[in-house]
Nanobody
Framework: QVRLVESGGQLVQAGGSLRLSCAAS????????VGWFRQRPGLEREFVAT????????YYADSVKGRFTISRDNAENTVYLQMNSLKSEDTAVYYC????????????????WGQGTLVIVSP
């Protein structure tokens, strides 16, 4: 069973950048697709980005396309989310999750979630 721990969340000004990390432990992390999700205040959790386990195919929500970049380092068992040109509406708790497949550009058959890391973007 893979276990995930997010880090990197903090207060940042609008227009700034931040990189989140999702560190995994447990066997066969490289077999999983990993996705980032976020939950903004008062809203349901939503998909942000995902990356496949093999050749690193990526998918993004329209709201972050062109600003966020997901990447993975299987040797380090870590997935990153580079966030640029941050906006106040990016304020959220960000979660990573691991799943066995990607369906319609979303990670599927999710087996593990991290505890979340808080990002606050000040105007």
């Amino acid at each position: 069973q893979v276990r995930l721990v997010e880090s990197g969340g903090q207060l940042v000004q609008a227009g700034g950048s931040l990189r989140l990390s999702c560190a995994a432990s447990g066997p066969t992390f490289s077999d999983y697709a990993v996705g980032w999700f976020r939950q903004r205040p008062g809203l349901e959790r939503e998909f942000v980005a995902t990356i496949s386990w093999n050749i690193g195919t990526t998918y993004y929500a329209d709201s972050v396309k062109g600003r966020f970049t997901i990447s993975r380092d299987n040797a380090e068992n870590t997935v990153y989310l580079q966030m640029n040109s941050l906006k106040s509406e990016d304020t959220a708790v960000y979660y990573c999750a691991a799943g066995r497949t990607i369906v319609s550009g979303r990670p599927n058959a999710l087996e593990a979630w991290g505890q979340g890391t808080l990002v606050i973007v000040s105007p």
